[in-house]
């Protein structure tokens, strides 16, 4: 898993937890306040931590934990429980299947297509892009070539466009392609957020027209380097659009690892996807377990 692949991922959280617990020959307060501050440094945000620390006491308190290693294990189970969300964070397997991707622009947002329209691939779907981000220089291009790349057709109309159009057009093709997943990149410009809602309500309109038996997914893709940007990101999107699902890129280099927990935490939408690296395997399906576990090894 994507998990054990980067010491980097989520190494200063790790080391910070694993710091507190072994500076400390048994369970305290003192302990418990160095845990949050811990947390806290990580990119967790505050509320997020307070929850935790506030379950992890009372952890303490009921189950009589008095050995360091004992809270390593709670704070596991607590991350674990705060994060999953069941079978949502898997992608909908049906088809024919029609994925809106948003997300600013440098988070990432064109190679996780790619990168999931590879893993589709992969599971011997169909795929076709829709590049519907008309407003951005080259995004078009940028599909254009990874389109080429994974033998994915594209659909696009000239800079400027009108992104409705684009998605029309897609998903006709689509149809009579008999596709099994269309994936529309759509434009991230939040400075307007009122266009951007008109917009995509707009293409939601043309899906539910044209394509109504079509499953509908919508994903926001976030920098997690970014940090809390991402948070405000996710905030803002999550107002606009009717998310379904992140994507969290870039979680090797500067990322601290808690903007995970704190995203999964604040927003009712699963994690679906990871990644740290550049190759077309480094965007794995998110596991909760697993994510709180990697914490500690």
């Known amino acids: 898993m994507v998990f054990q692949k980067k010491k980097s991922f989520f190494g200063r959280l790790q080391e910070k937890i694993e710091d507190v617990i072994l500076m400390r020959p048994e369970v305290d307060e003192d302990m418990l306040e160095e845990l949050e501050e811990a947390l806290i440094t990580s990119d967790i945000g505050m509320d997020t931590t307070e929850k935790i620390i506030r379950r992890l006491r009372d952890d ?15 704070i596991k189970n607590i991350i674990s429980e705060l994060m999953d969300k069941g079978e949502a964070h898997k992608l909908s397997d ?67 466009a009108d992104p409705a159009a684009v998605i029309f057009d897609a998903v006709h093709a689509a149809k ?7 994936i529309c990149d759509t434009a991230g410009r939040l400075q307007n957020k009122k266009n951007l809602m008109a917009e995509l309500e707009k293409m939601y309109r043309v899906i539910e027209r044209e394509y109504p038996e079509a499953e509908r997914e919508c994903l926001l893709v976030l920098d997690a380097a970014t940090g809390k940007n991402a948070v405000s990101q996710a905030k803002e999107f999550s107002q606009v659009a009717q998310i379904t699902g992140i994507v969290l890129t870039k979680l090797d280099g500067t990322a601290k690892g808690g903007i995970v927990i704190t995203i999964a935490d604040m927003f009712d939408i699963p994690v679906k996807f990871i990644g740290a690296g550049e190759g077309m395997e480094d965007l794995e399906p998110f596991d909760a377990a697993e994510f709180a576990a990697s914490l500690f090894e």
């Open 176 to 182: 009579a392609r008999e596709t099994d997943v269309l």
């Open 94 to 160: 049906k088809s024919p299947l029609i994925i809106l991707v948003v997300g600013v622009n440098g988070s990432g947002k064109t190679t996780s297509i790619a990168k999931i329209a590879y893993r589709l691939q992969k599971e011997g779907k169909s795929v076709l892009f829709a590049a519907a981000d008309t407003f951005r220089a080259a995004a078009s291009e940028q599909l254009q070539i990874w389109g080429e790349r994974l033998g994915v057709g594209v659909i696009k109309h000239k800079e400027g």
């Open 60 to 74: 303490v308190k009921r189950m009589n934990i008095r050995q360091p290693e004992g809270v390593k294990g709670q």
